[in-house]
């Protein structure tokens, strides 16, 4: 049984490790320090382990030592990430450690190449490869973001045909975090929602809009 939870998350910016020294950014010790995430191995048993899409939330339905399983699994593909990787992979996905009953966790990104971490995560019924065109798309709106930090709607997509051709342009803004592979306008803001075909509910997600 899959539980949903929404989570608010932060994760190190891709672009932000473009100036790291190679030797410093292989080592163990800086990845732990970056990505609190992976200290979380033997401190699983009384906190949740959640997974995301940016638009779908699941709490994993795993007994401590399956956490601690996937946990691992994941800080070793993390620890192995170079940085030329993570300058031309995307984010597919995150996971985060927290505490029952919170809204917030350690965090970090899955990429593509977690091949052992997204086969863990689909073995246990979880679509660890979703993309937004995977979802069933109901709308989405356009924000403008004025100079004084508010923000107007400019448009509102509701047609099949502008929802299909808007996906593909859209980015989850919890994963824009490369603005040099996948640079995003940051005077647009897009709230997309989908339903759940499992429940028939409806997703609401934060987007980018790419350039």
């Not at 399956?66 to 992979?89: V, W």
């Not at 350690?106 to 052992?116: A, K, T, V």
Request: charged letters at 20%; glycine letters at 4%; a negative charge.
């Amino acid at each position: 049984m899959i539980h949903i939870s929404h989570l608010t998350k932060t994760f190190c910016s891709a672009s932000a490790l473009s100036n790291v020294n190679l030797e410093i950014y292989r080592s163990d010790k800086y990845k732990k320090g970056m990505f609190p995430l992976l200290l979380g191995i033997g401190h699983t048993a009384k906190r949740n382990l959640i997974w995301s899409d940016g638009i779908s939330h699941y709490v994993l339905d795993l007994n401590t030592e399956e956490k601690e399983e996937l946990l691992s699994i994941y800080s070793e593909e993390m620890i192995s990430l170079s940085l030329s990787t993570l300058q031309t992979e995307f984010p597919c996905g995150s996971l985060t450690l927290a505490y029952p009953r919170t809204d917030t966790g350690d965090g970090g990104l899955i990429y593509p190449s977690f091949h052992r971490t997204i086969n863990y995560l689909k073995a246990h019924q979880i679509p660890a490869q979703n993309t937004i065109e995977n979802y069933m798309l109901v709308s989405a709106e356009r924000f403008r973001i004025l100079e004084n930090g508010y923000r107007a709607s400019e448009a509102l997509y509701e047609s099949e045909e502008d929802l299909t051709k808007l996906a593909s342009q859209l980015v989850v803004r919890d994963f824009a975090v490369n603005p040099l592979l996948y640079p995003v306008n940051p005077s647009c803001e897009i709230l997309l929602k989908a339903k759940d075909p499992s429940s028939g509910s409806i997703l609401e997600a934060d987007c980018a809009l790419r350039k």
